[in-house]
């Protein structure tokens, strides 16, 4: 999700569609020359779409993307789990609430067989706890 902080939505404008983004300080996730472009892509209503964004903040440490965009330096793109709790505390507003990002796979693999141990059971119940239940391949 895409979000920004009060003081900064309160001085730039809230962007109401992804191309909005290309006229807001963004800070991009990455560890290439600030020269190579940084894509976001949102989807809604099953329809893909890519924005171009720029800022004066570039960093491939989220972490400091978190508090740049908590300082008001801009409109960061993060994982839900992180970006709620910021939300919930007032610190973060969501702009773009009806666009999504795109969704990350992510793949448990262990051997099949045999039953397996009762530490990997708790984890994979965890993830699914955490990120929902999806179908096995």
Known sequence: MACASPDHLIRRG???IP???EQHDCLAYGDGPSSTP?????????KSEEVRISGRIRSN???ALLHASIAGYGITW???????SEITAGRLVQVLPDH???SRPMHV???VGHRPPAKLRRFVEAL???FGKVDAG
């Open 61 to 63: 440490d989220w972490r």
């Open 109 to 111: 693999i262990y051997p």
């Open 19 to 21: 191309l909005d983004l």
């Open 100 to 102: 999504k990002g795109p």
């Open 128 to 130: 699914l706890d955490e």
């Open 14 to 16: 809230t962007p109401r």
């Open 78 to 84: 993060g994982p839900e789990s992180v970006l709620n």
């Open 38 to 46: 940084c894509r976001w892509e949102f989807t809604r209503s099953g």
